[in-house]
């Protein structure tokens, strides 16, 4: 069965960090690439990033890039967000996708969604 976990999430104040969790079971992240997304209160959800582990690559949003790492831990077929330089607007839920295959944006919709981790960065 196809399960997507995400954890980490917290309250933090500006200008810190938090790293995320997506743990996946019933796939290999070798297989199917994952993208990490986001959703504010009354706003559309919006991509934060993707890592296709298959094609060895990575992509970020351009409102994330060098603060937001995506990393990976194949062994424990876990996927990380890591966020630093956290701002009051990168308060959102977070969530992880499976992609339909091992590439990112191969597919423009999902397989699976995680249930989502609330982010809140407020002084």
């Known amino acids: 069965q196809v399960q997507l976990v995400e954890s980490g999430g917290g309250s933090v104040q500006p200008g810190g960090s938090l790293r995320l969790s997506c743990a996946v079971s019933g796939f290999t992240l070798a297989d199917y690439a994952i993208a990490w997304f986001r959703q504010a209160p009354g706003q559309e959800r919006e991509a934060v990033g993707c890592?296709?582990?298959?094609?060895?690559?990575?992509y970020y949003s351009d409102f994330v890039k060098g603060r937001f790492t995506i990393s990976e831990d194949n062994s424990k077929n876990t996927v990380y967000l890591q966020m630093n330089s956290l701002k009051p607007e990168d308060t959102a839920t977070y969530y992880c996708?499976?992609?339909?295959?091992?590439?990112?944006?191969?597919?423009?919709?999902?397989?699976?969604w995680g249930q989502g981790t609330q982010v809140t960065v407020s002084s």
């Open positions: 996708a499976q992609f339909r295959g091992p590439a990112c944006f191969e597919s423009a919709t999902f397989a699976s």
């Open positions: 890592v296709s582990v298959s094609a060895n690559r990575k």
